[in-house]
C-alpha cells in the first residue's frame, strides 16, 4: 500500500513567512517600527497598552493592532484612548494572529503618519510563539500573578522574544512569586532577553516601558 504525507504544517507556515516578509518590507520602507505583544490570558497587556496611550498617544503616533478569540472587547477599550482607528482581528478560534490578517490591516494604516506599530496577540503564550507577524521584536509580558516557571513551561515564546515585561508588580506583596528566578530561567531559555518590570495599575516602572517605545521610534510629535 502506497502512503502519501501531505506536510500541511509546513506548508502553511511558508505562506505565512512570505506574508509577514511583505509586512516587514512596508514596515521598514515607510520607517515604522513594531512590536508583537504575547502572554498568557490576563498578564495586562490590554491594560498596559490603555496607560501606554493616555502616557504617550500625543507624542507618539501608533497603530494598534488586536487579536482575540472571540470579541472585539480589547479594541473597544483601547478605542477609548487614541483618535486613530484600532485594529481589531477576531480569530473565530483560532489561537494566534498570522501575518496575513496583520498585512490586511495595514491597508487602513496611513504608515507615513505612523511611528510604532503594536500587536497585541491572542492570549497564550503557546502558538504565537511560532509565527512571524513581521514585527521588529516580541514581548513577552509575565504577571506575578502567574508562576515563575513559565519559561520552563513555554520556553519558546521566551526564545523568539526580545523582551520581557514583568506585570502587576504592586501585587508582589501578596503573591509567592519569585522574580530573580523567574528572570534566571528566562535568561536559560535566552541569555540576550532584555527585561523591565511594571505596574501599569500603579504606573511603577512604566517610564522605563515609555522610553522604550520612544527610542523604537523617530517619528514622535514635539508638544
Not at 505596574?199 to 514622535?220: I, N
Request: with cysteine; charged share 25%.
Amino acid at each position: 500500500m502506497a502512503i502519501r504525507t501531505i506536510e500541511v504544517r509546513e506548508r502553511v507556515m511558508a505562506r505565512n513567512d512570505k506574508f509577514a516578509a511583505t509586512v516587514r518590507r512596508r514596515l521598514r520602507a515607510a520607517g515604522v517600527s513594531s512590536l508583537n505583544l504575547i502572554s498568557s490570558p490576563g498578564a495586562g497587556k490590554t491594560t498596559l497598552l490603555e496607560r501606554t496611550l493616555q502616557a504617550i498617544g500625543a507624542e507618539l503616533p501608533m497603530a494598534i493592532i488586536t487579536g482575540d478569540v472571540q470579541t472585539r472587547n480589547d479594541a473597544e477599550r483601547l478605542a477609548r484612548h487614541t483618535d486613530r482607528l484600532v485594529h481589531a482581528v477576531v480569530t473565530g478560534g483560532g489561537c494566534h494572529l498570522d501575518a496575513r490578517q496583520v498585512l490586511a490591516a495595514l491597508a487602513a494604516i496611513n504608515l507615513a503618519e505612523t511611528g510604532l506599530l503594536i500587536i497585541e496577540n491572542v492570549g497564550i503564550l503557546v502558538c504565537p510563539a511560532g509565527w512571524d507577524l513581521g514585527e521588529e521584536a516580541k514581548v513577552v509580558l509575565l504577571s506575578v500573578t502567574e508562576g515563575e516557571d513559565k519559561p520552563q513551561k513555554y520556553p519558546a515564546a521566551f526564545r523568539a522574544a526580545q523582551f520581557v515585561v514583568l506585570t502587576k508588580i504592586d501585587l508582589l506583596p501578596h503573591v509567592p512569586f519569585d522574580p530573580d528566578r523567574a528572570r534566571a530561567l528566562a535568561l536559560e531559555a535566552n541569555p540576550d532577553l532584555q527585561f523591565l518590570q511594571l505596574s501599569a495599575l500603579t504606573g511603577e516602572g512604566m517610564d522605563g516601558w515609555l522610553e522604550l517605545l520612544r527610542s523604537l521610534s523617530p517619528r514622535l510629535v514635539h508638544t
